[in-house]
C-alpha cells in the first residue's frame, strides 16, 4: 500500500501545496523529525479539518493517513480520501479490518498519520484523552511515533498557525499506557512551546 504513493496524493501536493503554504502561511518547525526510512506514525492533536495538510507539506514521504468512515460514506467526498491513500476508521465500533491496513503499510516501512484524540477538539482543554491505537501499532510494528502539535488559526496569512514536530521515540519495553502517556506528555510539552513563542 505504501510502496507507491497515490498520484492523486502526489498531484495534491504538488498543485495545491504551495497554494496552501501561501493561503495559510504556516510555520513547520522541526520537519527533520520526521524519519526519511523506516515505518512511522505521525500522531498529534486535531483541532481543523486541514491539520493533516500540515503534514503532507513538510515531508516528500507518503502518509497513511485513518480518517473516519463518515467521509468514505459521502459519495461527493469519498473519492478524494480513497484516491490519497486514507484508510477508513469505524470510530464507534472496533474496525479490525482498519487496523490491519494500517500494520500492513508499517511492516512495509511505511507512514501513518494519527490523531490518538480521535476527534477534532472543540473544547476549552488542552488535549482530549488519547485512544491506545498508535502506540499499539508502533509496539506490534516497532515503528518509530513522532509527535506533534498544532495550534494558531486557519486564516489568511495567518500569523499564528504553527505546527512542530518532536523527536521520535520508540516504545519498546515501555506499556501502552506507559507509552501512552508519554505521546500525550510530549504533545502537550509542544502545544505549550507554540503557544510560547507565539505570544
Same mark, same amino acid.
Given at each position: 500500500?505504501?510502496?507507491?504513493?497515490?498520484?492523486?496524493?502526489?498531484?495534491?501536493?504538488?498543485?495545491?501545496?504551495?497554494?496552501?503554504?501561501?493561503?495559510?502561511?504556516p510555520?513547520?518547525?522541526?520537519?527533520?523529525?520526521?524519519?526519511?526510512?523506516?515505518?512511522i506514525?505521525?500522531?498529534?492533536?486535531?483541532?481543523?479539518?486541514?491539520?493533516?495538510?500540515?503534514?503532507?507539506?513538510?515531508?516528500?514521504?507518503?502518509?497513511?493517513?485513518?480518517?473516519?468512515?463518515?467521509?468514505?460514506?459521502?459519495?461527493?467526498?469519498?473519492?478524494?480520501?480513497?484516491?490519497?491513500?486514507?484508510?477508513?476508521?469505524?470510530?464507534?465500533?472496533?474496525?479490525? @479490518?482498519?487496523?490491519?491496513?494500517?500494520?500492513?503499510?508499517l511492516?512495509?516501512?511505511?507512514?501513518?498519520g494519527?490523531?490518538?484524540?480521535g476527534?477534532?477538539?472543540?473544547?476549552?482543554?488542552?488535549?482530549?484523552?488519547?485512544?491506545?491505537?498508535?502506540?499499539?501499532?508502533?509496539?506490534?510494528?516497532?515503528?518509530?511515533?513522532v509527535?506533534?502539535?498544532?495550534t494558531?488559526?486557519?486564516?489568511?496569512?495567518?500569523?499564528? +498557525?504553527?505546527?512542530?514536530?518532536?523527536?521520535?521515540f520508540?516504545?519498546?519495553?515501555?506499556?501502552?499506557?506507559?507509552?501512552?502517556?508519554? +505521546?500525550?506528555?510530549?504533545?502537550?510539552? +509542544?502545544?505549550? @512551546?507554540?503557544?510560547?513563542?507565539?505570544?
Amino acid at each position: 500500500m505504501n510502496k507507491k504513493i497515490p498520484f492523486l496524493y502526489k498531484f495534491g501536493r504538488f498543485l495545491l501545496g504551495p497554494i496552501f503554504k501561501f493561503y495559510y502561511n504556516p510555520k513547520i518547525i522541526n520537519k527533520e523529525f520526521i524519519l526519511k526510512n523506516g515505518p512511522i506514525i505521525i500522531a498529534g492533536n486535531h483541532k481543523h479539518l486541514y491539520d493533516q495538510c500540515l503534514t503532507i507539506i513538510a515531508t516528500k514521504r507518503g502518509i497513511h493517513y485513518m480518517a473516519k468512515k463518515e467521509y468514505f460514506d459521502n459519495k461527493k467526498i469519498a473519492w478524494f480520501f480513497r484516491g490519497t491513500g486514507c484508510i477508513s476508521v469505524d470510530r464507534k465500533n472496533k474496525d479490525p @479490518q482498519a487496523v490491519n491496513l494500517a500494520l500492513k503499510v508499517l511492516k512495509d516501512n511505511g507512514a501513518i498519520g494519527i490523531f490518538p484524540e480521535g476527534t477534532r477538539n472543540r473544547t476549552k482543554d488542552i488535549l482530549l484523552p488519547f485512544k491506545f491505537g498508535a502506540v499499539s501499532m508502533a509496539k506490534k510494528t516497532d515503528a518509530s511515533i513522532v509527535p506533534f502539535a498544532i495550534t494558531g488559526d486557519y486564516k489568511f496569512r495567518s500569523k499564528n +498557525l504553527t505546527i512542530r514536530y518532536g523527536k521520535p521515540f520508540k516504545v519498546n519495553d515501555m506499556s501502552l499506557e506507559e507509552a501512552n502517556n508519554k +505521546l500525550y506528555k510530549e504533545v502537550e510539552k +509542544l502545544i505549550k @512551546q507554540n503557544l510560547k513563542e507565539n505570544k
